[in-house]
């Protein structure tokens, strides 16, 4: 599909010889990555890489096990079990696919199409980590924890893998972001202080839960911190380049295309894929719909979009 997009929108639209470079190049790795030609050598580098990593955080995990197993000890209470039950939904891919597009429907499409494609980074990260990694949740290393979330077989989040934390690491790039969009120091210190007492929460209810073990949350809190650090360094030219350029769709067809195929293959089956392929499905569409409609708006839209941002910011 995205070498067909490929040809039909350089045919229609005139495309920089450049940017239809880049596009081909693009779709050319992921007909490469998904056939034989660069499936297998792919495949060995992962389970190559696998093992010592692999070995080493299962490691972390059984050392974990005590504190997971202290924690519902002592914690373990119905308010509690609630109160982290609905923190494992709102920090879910459905809640992000839900929650998002209430953004655009609120008036603020800048912020949330660029927060859509933050989200979409993180969540394509932290799923192929899992099942790069394949690294054990703690319930499966050690019988005594318990899983609390209610679900005692057959649910989504006990078929994925552990390391790392995709709930911290989404709580922590979109809290960070959101805090970041604050003007003056003290709103962005509480903004801050605010997203930091989020991951906490997530966190705790993390270990609460016993889905996670401190080495899955940490290796998810860096990785979310990072993503948004990364994020902030291009999110003006990548805005730019993918909604604001006749090639956009186009590059976001064949860079999306070339993340499926590039996604690891799990020691078993996992829905991590799934949840990653959903949202770069999500943001493609977003970019389309953007880029069609700056095309059609021109300059009324980018006005529209700074004075939006300037609200967000005052605000």
């Not at 709580?171 to 709103?187: E, F, H, K, N, R």
């Not at 509480?190 to 949350?217: K, N, Q, S």
């Amino acid at each position: 599909p995205a070498m067909i997009a490929f040809i039909a929108h350089f045919l229609g639209a005139g495309t920089d010889a450049t940017t239809a470079a880049l596009a081909a190049v693009c779709c050319t790795s992921a007909v490469l990555l998904s056939n034989g030609a660069g499936a297998a050598p792919r495949l060995r580098l992962v389970a190559t890489a696998r093992g010592p990593v692999r070995a080493w955080v299962v490691r972390r995990v059984e050392a974990g096990c005590p504190l997971v197993l202290a924690v519902q000890a002592r914690l373990r209470c119905a308010p509690l079990t609630a109160l982290f039950c609905a923190t494992e939904h709102l920090c879910s891919t459905p809640f992000y696919l839900t929650a998002l597009p209430l953004l655009f429907w609120t008036g603020r499409a800048v912020c949330a199409r660029r927060l859509t494609l933050l989200m979409t980074a993180c969540l394509y990260v932290g799923n192929a980590a899992k099942d790069t990694v394949c690294a054990p949740r703690p319930f499966a290393q050690d019988g005594r924890v318990q899983r609390l979330n209610g679900a005692q077989g057959g649910h989504e989040h006990e078929e994925e893998y552990g390391l790392p934390s995709t709930h911290t690491l989404n709580t922590v790039a979109m809290a960070a972001y959101c805090a970041g969009l604050c003007s003056g120091a003290a709103a962005r210190a509480a903004a801050y202080a605010a997203a930091a007492a989020a991951v906490a929460v997530v966190a705790l209810g993390r270990l609460y839960l016993g889905m996670h073990t401190p080495v899955d949350l940490v290796c998810g809190a860096v990785l979310g911190a990072a993503a948004v650090a990364a994020w902030w360094a291009v999110e003006e030219a990548l805005d730019d380049l993918l909604c604001a350029t006749p090639a956009g769709p186009l590059l976001a067809a064949a860079a999306a295309a070339a993340a499926c195929a590039a996604y690891p293959a799990p020691e078993r089956a996992t829905p991590s894929k799934k949840y990653a392929v959903s949202f770069l499905g999500a943001s493609l569409g977003v970019v389309c719909a953007v880029n069609r409609s700056l095309a059609a708006g021109g300059a009324a839209h980018a006005a529209g979009g700074a004075e939006e941002l300037d609200l967000l910011t005052a605000g």
